[in-house]
C-alpha cells in the first residue's frame, strides 16, 4: 500500500515518503505547512489514491476530545422516557458516534482526518493520547472499551496557530508542505487547466513570484490563491500580452485573488509606484 499522489494531486517525493513511511510505522501523520499548500485535501487525496474511505473531523475552537469519541444524549433520553417510548431502557439508542468511533468501527482500513487541530484548546491533543497511540477508548455509559477493529491511516493537519504538546509530537511522523518549485508549480497548473496557454502560465508565474518574494508582505499568496487568480484571467480573457500590459502600467488584474489584506495592497501600490 503506497501513495504515489492522484491524477489531480502532484505530491512531492518527500511528502510521498513521509506519508508512506506514516502508514508503515503506523503512526497519525501531523501536517502542517503554509494556507493554501493542500494540507486538507492531501487526506481526500490519500485515501482516493489507495481507494480507502474518508472519516473527516474538522476542529474548530470549542471542539473538545471527546465530541471524537461520543456524544451521550441525556435530554432525548429524559424526554423517551417521560413519553414511555420503550427504547429507553437501551442506553446505546441515545450514544452518537463521533469520527474516531465511526473510523474505529469501520470493516476496514480508512482514512481519517483531524483537521486543523491547532484550532481547539491546547488540552486537546493530550486528551487523545491514548486514543491514536492505543487505538481505543472507554465508553462509560455502555460500560466497555472500544476498540479499533482496523488502524485507520490518520493524517492530522495544523496551521502552526499554537504549538502542540511534546507528548503528542512525539506520536506522530512529522512533514512540513513546502512551498512548491517551478517545475513542481507548473504541473498542478496543468493539471488543473490542462489546456491552458502556455505563454500565460509562464507570465501570471513571473508576477506571482515577484508578488509573493515582496519584503514585509503579512501573508504571502499560496498555491490554492494562484490558481484562482489564473481561472479568474481565463473568465476575464486577459492572455499573456494583457497580463504582461498591466504589469508596466504598474498595475496587476483581478489582485484580490492573490492579496489577501489591505496592509499587503498598500505596500505592491508603493512599489508598483516607485
Known sequence: MKFTGTDNYIAAHDLQLAVNASIAMEKPLLIKGEPGTGKTLLAHEIAKGLNKKLFTW???STTKAQQGLYDYDAVSRLRDSQLGDEKV???SNYIIKGKLWEAFDADERVVLLIDEIDKADIEFPNDLLLELDKMEFFCYELNKTIKAKH???????SNNEKELPDAFLRRCFFHYISFPDRATLTKIIDVHYPDLEQRLVQEAMEQFYAIRNIRGLKKKPSTSELLDWIKLLMVGKINAEGLKEAQEQGRVPLVGAIIKNEQDLALLKHLQKN
Do not use: F, L, T
Not at 151 to 157: A, D, K, N, T, V
Open 151 to 157: 488502524r485507520p491511516i490518520i493524517i492530522i493537519s
Open 58 to 60: 474538522h476542529i474548530k
Open 89 to 91: 431502557h437501551d442506553i
